[in-house]
């Protein structure tokens, strides 16, 4: 009888011991783009909010774990570690930082913390330092494809491009040297008279993958950020056995992104029919000062 009551003694203790449950978050309080940015020297993953805070995932999820509700858990240390962790756990835990700051009116006067910032007192860079590839599609535009043309020449030229659609254009740059963040000068090769430019839709993948029905492909994307694909001459420098055109595509500093990754779970996208909609020299002052 001794040893028998040793196990019930056990259970009625632990019955009246008190539990920490904490439902998993499963929205954001608030949307945020994920980014890259420097403070006192030090290059850190954070998330950007309201467009104007940049807040310290890391440091932000150490005050979060204060409350024994909430498990232990690691953060990334740059954005390609934290794109892999995303949909395996991460982004909840991101969605919960969000709405304790939130909840709790700390993004705003003498409540905020010192690991929330305003986007004027840091370093935004490139959200992707050293991304593994950059797969360019070339002629997004069919007016930039027949510049110069009569209307008759740019009709059959978009009928053309039209019926070839499925049989894309793809070209690489190089990751170390192409990307730039935003506001950083870029770099026109000597000799070259003529730069071409394009705002584009960059998507982000964030699992590997092979031959992926195209009814699947989201299932491998991580979000999508706003990117310029920047060419030197490509159309005159290029010579016929150069077909990717890389003389003229892939150089240093030639491929400027915008200053964070939108996670397509908190993306909506609403396509317009704006193609080019800056003029070239309007992108350098507004974007990254005089060309040099």
Not at 217 to 237: E, N, S
Request: hydrophobic share 40%; aromatic share 8%.
């Amino acid at each position: 009888m001794r040893f028998a009551s040793i196990p019930l003694v056990g259970a009625s203790l632990l019955a009246l011991a008190p539990m920490q449950v904490s439902a998993q978050a499963m929205e954001s309080a608030e949307p945020f783009f994920v980014a890259t940015f420097e403070v006192d020297g030090a290059q850190m993953v954070g998330l950007i909010l309201r467009d104007q805070l940049a807040v310290e995932i890391d440091a932000a999820n150490s005050n979060l774990e204060q409350d024994p509700a909430f498990p232990q858990m690691s953060m990334p240390g740059d954005m390609l570690q934290l794109i892999g962790l995303y949909e395996y756990g991460l982004k909840y835990r991101l969605y919960e930082i969000v709405n304790h700051l939130v909840e709790d009116e700390m993004l705003a006067g003498g409540n905020r913390p010192s690991f929330v910032h305003d986007l004027d007192d840091i370093d935004i860079q490139a959200p992707i330092q050293y991304p593994g590839k950059i797969m360019n599609a070339a002629g997004n535009f069919y007016t930039h494809i027949c510049e110069g043309c009569t209307p008759e020449e740019l009709e059959a030229s978009n009928l053309e491009r039209a019926a070839n659609r499925g049989v894309p254009y793809l070209f690489l740059k190089p990751s170390r040297g192409a990307v730039i963040g935003t506001g950083e000068n870029i770099v026109i090769p000597e000799g070259r008279n003529r730069t071409d430019w394009e705002i584009e839709f960059g998507t982000v993948i964030g699992r590997t993958g092979k031959y992926i029905p195209a009814q699947n492909a989201q299932d491998y994307v991580f979000g999508y950020m706003v990117t310029i694909d920047i060419g030197a001459g490509v159309l005159r420098v290029a010579p016929v056995t150069d077909r990717t055109g890389s003389s003229g595509r892939a150089m240093t500093r030639s491929r400027p992104r915008g200053r964070g990754s939108f996670p397509k779970s908190s993306t909506e996208i609403r396509w317009s029919g704006c193609t080019r909609c800056l003029p070239s020299t309007a992108l350098r002052s507004r974007r990254h000062g005089p060309a040099t």
